[in-house]
């Protein structure tokens, strides 16, 4: 959906466009209703404040149907396309890197008790794998606002794709 279309559609057409962004519906709400936006531009900046900060339950909401970090997302939903897009350099990954991604994966979500999150889109399965590991040092309370981060890029992102479209 191009920015016009989005500005100008019905409220449940710019939600429906708005949710395989990011399934959180106060930041759909307020993106949705906040609309016209004079640019593109205005409108990734609105997407920006609306997910800063996202409450816990947010967080958990939106990590309850994100696939783990080099697994494949099920289904043929655009949220489940955009995530194998975004994941598309780890599907090559030799079997010493997705063997140590499953066992960080799995380490991850021992130690945090939920997925990894990671904008994947540009990174390479080498970096993102130093990035899991790194990120197994932290403590909860270090965990939570780098998780928040990485939503709001994955958000921004995806929205910055759909209105391109």
């Known amino acids: 959906m191009l920015f016009e279309q989005f500005n100008t559609a019905g ?3 710019a939600v429906a466009a708005l949710r395989p962004c990011l399934d959180i519906q106060r930041w759909i709400d307020e993106l949705a209703d906040a609309r016209p ?3 593109p531009a205005s409108l990734l900046a609105a ?8 409450t816990a339950s ?11 970090i080099g697994e494949r997302a099920p289904g043929d939903s655009t949220e489940a396309r955009l995530s194998q897009s975004e994941q598309a ?10 063997e140590a991604l499953a066992a960080g994966n799995r380490a991850y979500e ?4 939920q997925v990894f999150l990671i904008r994947a889109a540009g990174r390479s399965r080498e970096e993102i794998l130093a ?11 270090q965990e939570q606002p780098i998780i928040g ?13 759909l209105m391109s479209k």
């Open 11 to 13: 409220r449940s057409e």
């Open 37 to 39: 936006y004079s640019d």
């Open 89 to 98: 350099s780890l599907g090559v990954a030799d079997a010493a890197v997705a």
């Open 149 to 161: 981060q990485q939503l709001r890029e994955i958000a921004v992102l995806r929205l910055e794709g």
């Open 110 to 113: 021992e130690k945090f008790g």
């Open 47 to 54: 997407a920006r404040r609306a997910a800063d900060p996202f």
């Open 131 to 141: 990035a899991l590991n790194a990120r197994l040092a932290h403590t909860p309370e």
């Open 58 to 68: 947010e967080v958990a909401a939106a990590l309850a149907h994100h696939p783990r």
